[in-house]
């Protein structure tokens, strides 16, 4: 397999299929890079994907070293087929949130053991909507995936009740110097790809690793049954920092206090959201670093979202856990758009808070 | 060219009404070969002829709208958001967060802003943002966007074509192009010498907004007859008329008071005798095609309509298949070649 970095390596996560409950196609490229820059590696019982790195070096405590957990989630929103109809369409329910909005007219890819069938979901056409269902969002219940089968056989030849698709989306750069990334599950393919270009970084340049560093590549965070928790159980980390997108909403007729974060000015640092109140002390001690250090970096400032660093902090006897975020606008749909400086800087915090010792 | 590859290429091409000279070069690049003779007239049509060998052959137009649904840049929002208005019937419903590309100095690509749910209010949960409210990120600024493009600047879907089961295709802009490269495709595989008259294939402009393009460009040709082809609606679960108009059922011959009721028998007893696949749409008053205005050109021009049933119409996911585009690229073949129809309908 080749072996990719930086946006090339995004891409090719983002294109992987990996709706929550099937990760085994991340999982395996995933493992396809890493290979060769971990000292061991883990798949647990709920199918995370743990890599570690050892430390050493004089910073290093060989007798009990300290251990961190970097995590970020494999799985992205999708779709389940509920249902087969007699003239062959497919009825679906999401798998995680997406916005009924998001899902007309998309097109999707559905996954039939290792076999990928296409389809668009389609629902009423304009012309035969009444008025009033113009304006309306058509319920997910009035949708269906057309694959292009004429009857309920032909659909059963390629596609299962229980089969689980995702978005078909290109990955595409684009804006001012291509420096936005359009693509389907950014969220969170970013936090994996950042992931392992750290662990290349830190087993290539790193002479002094101050920790054994867990990096866990989770499962199911979207539909909030996290595979993070078993993650965090096995592992029983020191402190925990969660790699993820955050949904943010810099963008035309929205006001400043409801913008969450804005593109381009670094990972967004949580104190709170809806389902973790985060360690202020750690939130103010990496704020600060990065400030310091010139590396961009922004608090999160709306109370929204939930990811994988409650389960983390809850884990065992509780887990001190920092949750730093590239600002994602439109996550959960199939065009996902984040900025290409903020995977760099979030990158560039995380190897400078461990080169240095900090966490 | 084959025509799955016109399929996959004519529907491509930026057409948003109004904007039909985007494309004249690259349309004239695809299927010029095909052709004899070419111009665009003064309202933007594309002609085609193709020319028998013979003097004071009968002119036979085949026409298809070259024009496709789109958006036009209405405003640009100094942090580079761009807002527009629609040209021609589009969905909003289909919009949050789909690609398009913004046909500007360069193209450039944008993505529709969707509300991210926690901006979502109480009670909010199922309105529809109207088109006006809709904004396009671009990537660029307000300032930086002064350079790519401006007010009226055309955006159309993102052309992306997916193949699914059954020979299906869907992508954007086969309303009406798919049936243009059927038209080119039948007029490619026709004989010179077994052709029954001059034919003139028109790619006319705005369809979409009234159909002025085929009004003018029937008036400078002066056709004997006419054949239109258009899109129809092939029958999904929700529509309560009949099931005979689906993917697959071929050609969907209409009958109507607007067209000419000898000349679609003609075709009809065509395809009986050819053996090519078709079935009778019904639609007494108003095609919403072409042909209405067509046929009261002039001293009147005596007119066919063939239609191509399409899924998902007006979005950027149109489905139509691939085995009734050949059916109708047979029918365009027999009908320019039909001695028997240009006997009755030649002046």
């Known amino acids: ?359 | 060219m084959e025509l799955k590859e016109l399929l996959l290429s004519l529907p491509a091409l930026m057409s948003v009404s109004g904007y039909e000279r985007y494309s004249t070069e690259k349309l004239n690049t695809l299927i010029g070969d095909v052709f004899d003779e070419a111009y665009t007239d003064a309202i933007g049509n594309h002609v085609f002829i193709k020319r028998c060998g013979k003097e004071k052959a009968p002119k036979i137009l085949v026409d298809c709208h070259f024009d496709e649904i789109g958006m036009i840049v209405s405003g640009i929002s100094e942090d580079g958001f761009l807002s527009v208005a629609g040209v021609g019937g589009v969905d909003t419903r289909l919009l949050g967060a789909s690609e398009v590309v913004i046909y500007g100095k360069e193209e450039i690509s944008g993505v529709f802003a969707a509300t991210p749910p926690h901006l979502i209010g109480d009670g909010e949960g199922d309105k529809l943002k109207s088109l006006k409210e809709l904004v396009i990120d671009t990537g660029y600024t307000g300032k930086e966007l002064e350079d790519i493009c401006n007010i009226g600047t055309p955006v159309g879907y993102k052309p992306r074509y997916t193949e699914l089961l059954g020979g299906r295709i869907a992508g954007k802009g086969f309303d009406d192009k798919a049936c243009g490269a059927c038209a080119v495709y039948g007029i490619q595989t026709a004989d010179k010498n077994s052709l029954a008259g001059d034919v003139y294939f028109v790619f006319s402009t705005r369809e979409e907004i009234g159909g002025v393009g085929a009004q003018t460009a029937t008036y400078g040709i002066d056709p004997d007859y006419a054949l239109v082809m258009d899109v129809t609606y092939a029958y999904t679960p929700e529509m309560n008329r009949g099931k005979h108009i689906y993917l697959g059922s071929g050609a969907a011959v209409c009958m109507s008071a607007v067209t000419d009721r000898r000349l679609t028998k003609k075709v009809i007893s065509l395809c009986e005798q050819k053996g090519i696949k078709y079935s009778i749409e019904a639609e007494p008053n108003n095609t919403g095609t072409n042909a209405n205005k067509m046929s009261k050109v002039g001293d009147g021009v005596p007119t066919v309509l063939a239609s191509l049933p399409l899924k998902n119409m007006h979005t950027a996911n149109e489905m139509l298949a691939l085995e009734d585009c050949e059916t109708l690229s047979l029918l365009v073949r027999e009908f320019i070649c039909s001695k028997e129809i240009a006997e009755v309908f030649a002046r």
Do not use: W
């Not at chain 1, 109809?85 to 039939?112: H, M, P, Q, W």
């Not at chain 1, 969002?137 to 390629?158: F, L, W």
């Not at chain 1, 104190?271 to 002390?281: F, G, H, N």
């Open chain 1, 1 to 359: 397999m080749n072996k990719y970095s930086g946006i090339e390596l995004l891409e090719q996560l983002s294109l992987l299929v990996g709706p929550s409950g099937c990760e085994d196609k991340v999982a395996d490229f995933i493992l396809s890079q890493i290979d060769g820059v971990c000292d061991e590696y883990r798949t647990d019982r709920a199918a995370n994907l743990i890599a570690k790195i050892k430390g050493k070096g004089a910073s290093y405590d060989e007798t009990s070293p300290r251990k961190i957990m970097i995590s970020a989630h494999m799985d992205e929103v999708g779709v389940m087929v509920t249902d087969i109809t007699d003239e062959g369409y497919l009825k679906f329910a999401t798998v995680g949130g997406i916005d009924s909005r998001v899902l007309c007219g998309k097109s999707v890819l559905l996954l039939n053991e290792d076999k990928l069938c296409r389809g668009v979901i389609a629902s009423k056409p304009i012309h035969l909507q009444s008025k009033s269902e113009r304006e309306k969002t058509t319920p997910i219940s009035d949708m269906y995936i057309d694959i292009g089968a004429s009857s309920r056989e032909e659909a059963e030849k390629n596609i299962r009740i229980g089969d689980e698709g995702v978005f078909d989306s290109d990955f595409v750069c684009f804006g001012k110097d291509k420096k936005k990334i359009k693509g389907k599950a950014l969220d969170d393919r970013l936090g994996c790809a950042v992931m392992i270009d750290l662990m290349r970084e830190i087993k290539r340049d790193m002479e002094d690793i101050p920790y054994d560093i867990y990096f866990a590549f989770t499962t199911c965070e979207e539909i909030g049954i996290s595979g993070a928790a078993v993650a965090a159980t096995g592992i029983s980390p020191d402190l925990a920092i969660v790699l993820e997108t955050t949904a943010v909403a810099d963008i035309a007729g929205v006001g400043e206090a409801s913008r969450v974060a804005t593109q381009g000015e670094g990972g967004a640092v949580s104190y709170i959201d809806r389902s973790t109140v985060y360690d202020r002390e750690l939130c103010d001690k990496v704020l600060d670093f990065a400030r310091e250090r010139g590396i961009k970096a922004q608090v999160k400032r709306y109370l929204s979202g939930g990811n994988d660093a409650s389960h983390i902090q809850r884990s065992r006897d509780g887990v001190k856990t920092l949750a730093l975020s590239a600002p994602s606008r439109y996550i959960h749909s199939p065009s996902n758009v984040v900025h290409r400086d903020d995977m760099e800087a979030i990158k560039k915090l995380i190897y400078a808070l461990i080169a240095e010792a900090k966490l």
